[in-house]
């Protein structure tokens, strides 16, 4: 799918892609961290009806909700398509050494060559955490790798 990104000046970004049933959508970005989601009626690109406006924060929750479950499927496709490459799950457990710090002071990428992809914590989805992403008690995280990247990410966390 060709998604087209148009500066608007002044106010932020505006995207654009034909859905497969044949609809113009655009998302405008706006420089206040505010969204609008829009469909065009016509052919002119100026022409659109606004159908929703959301906050960032509304765009997140937005956006973790639609893109979690086909976070799951990707990397199950991911993992049939690339041999050697594997998909795990591993748990902040309580008094563990990460606990409460970020997960960039781990490593685990550097030390293992496996990624840490997502975090599940509760029933939401921290997908590609950054390395300030505070560690709980409890979140699962989703690492791809090769089966003994996997197992030295469960040794990092094990301490």
């Given at each position: 799918?060709?998604?087209n990104?148009?500066?608007?000046?002044g106010?932020?970004l505006r995207?654009?892609?034909?859905?497969?049933?044949?609809?113009r959508?655009?998302v405008v970005?706006h420089?206040s961290?505010?969204?609008?989601?829009?469909?065009?009626?016509?052919?002119?690109?100026?022409?659109?009806?606004?159908?929703?406006?959301l906050?960032?924060e509304?765009?997140?929750?937005?956006a973790e909700?639609?893109?979690?479950p086909?976070?799951?499927e990707r990397?199950a496709?991911?993992t049939?398509?690339?041999?050697?490459?594997?998909?795990?799950q591993?748990?902040v457990?309580?008094?563990?050494?990460f606990?409460?710090r970020?997960l960039?002071e781990t490593?685990?990428?550097?030390?293992?060559?496996a990624?840490?992809?997502?975090?599940v914590r509760?029933?939401d989805?921290l997908p590609?955490?950054?390395?300030?992403?505070v560690l709980?008690t409890?979140?699962?995280?989703?690492v791809i790798g090769?089966?003994?990247?996997?197992?030295?990410?469960?040794?990092?966390?094990?301490?």
């Open positions: 799918m060709d998604v990104e148009v500066l608007l000046p106010v932020g995207y654009e892609f034909v859905s497969g049933a044949g609809d959508i655009g970005a420089r961290g505010d969204f609008e989601l829009m469909v065009y009626e016509g052919t002119d690109p100026d022409e659109a009806r606004t159908v929703f406006r906050t960032g509304e765009a997140d929750a937005l909700i639609m893109g979690a086909r976070i799951a990397f496709d991911l049939r398509e690339v041999p050697g490459l594997s998909a795990g591993v748990e457990r309580a008094g563990g050494p606990v409460g970020p960039g490593r685990a990428r550097t030390r293992t060559g990624s840490i992809v997502a975090i509760g029933n989805v590609s955490p950054g390395p300030s992403q709980q409890g979140d699962v995280l989703v090769t089966h003994d990247g996997i197992t030295a990410v469960e040794r990092i966390f094990q301490g």
